[in-house]
T-cell receptor, first 114, second 115 residues
Framework: QQKVQQSPESLSVPEGGMASLNCTSS?????YFWWYRQHSGEGPKALM?????GDKKEGRFTAHLNKASLHVSLHIRDSQPSDSALYFCAASEHNNNAGAKLTFGGGTRLTVRP | DAGVTQTPRHEVAEKGQTIILKCEPV?????LFWYRQTKIQGLELLSY????????DGGAFKDRFKAEMLNSSFSTLKIQPTEPKDSAVYLC?????????????FGSGTRLTVL
């Protein structure tokens, strides 16, 4: 079983609508979480990070973390066609010595319909 | 500052050939990663370097895949010999490597097609 699981696999929302993406981890050692976005033909780019329980808002994007349930979500309000992309959830442990590697989820394909 | 640079963007190889993919990390970054991306498997870690030392070599990819950091600003990924199942996008990423919880910066990737 993948340590980081994302749902849904694909999502279609109308322009101006709200998109909600989910991510659940099975490893309680994970403490740090990121959302990455990948447009076609490009590498993934970090969208936002969240390390503490609760909400973190950056513009139209809000991430929510619940460490007790190991659940992270990303909500995109007022979705734009340019938000159409593959979204990855990523998690890492705390490791001061070697540097913790990121574990990625399988991704959610978001399509925003004009 | 320049981001992560990967060359070539596209590579076509015949089965059995040796190919070398190149990566220049963000200047000053100490951590460098190679990932393979496919629709079925998603993002798979191939190698992880910290300050040019190999920290992880991706287990299942050991036999035909070899990543090297010749210096702090250049890395290569050699696949020898190539097989059709190696067709994928190969991504290089770097991060400062000064602490924990650092964001990864990815290159645009190399799309490899093995015939």
């Amino acid at each position: 079983q993948q340590k980081v699981q994302q749902s849904p696999e694909s999502l279609s929302v109308p322009e101006g609508g709200m998109a909600s993406l989910n991510c659940t981890s099975s490893d309680r050692n994970f403490q740090y979480f990121w959302w990455y976005r990948q447009h076609s033909g490009e590498g993934p780019k970090a969208l936002m990070s969240i390390f503490s329980d609760g909400d973190k808002k950056e513009g139209r994007f809000t991430a929510h973390l619940n460490k007790a349930s190991l659940h992270v979500s990303l909500h995109i309000r007022d979705s734009q066609p340019s938000d159409s992309a593959l979204y990855f959830c990523a998690a890492s442990e705390h490791n001061n010595n070697a540097g913790a590697k990121l574990t990625f989820g399988g991704g959610t394909r978001l399509t925003v319909r004009p | 500052d320049a981001g992560v640079t990967q060359t070539p963007r596209h590579e076509v190889a015949e089965k059995g050939q040796t190919i070398i993919l190149k990566c220049e990390p963000v200047s000053g970054h100490n951590d460098l990663f190679w990932y393979r991306q496919t629709k079925i498997q998603g993002l798979e870690l191939l190698s992880y370097f910290r300050s040019k030392s190999l920290m992880e070599d991706g287990g299942a990819f050991k036999d035909r895949f070899k990543a090297e950091m010749l210096n702090s600003s250049f890395s290569t990924l050699k696949i020898q010999p190539t097989e059709p199942k190696d067709s994928a996008v190969y991504l290089c990423a770097s991060r400062p490597g000064q602490g924990y919880a650092e964001t990864l910066y990815f290159g645009s990737g190399t799309r490899l097609t093995v015939l």
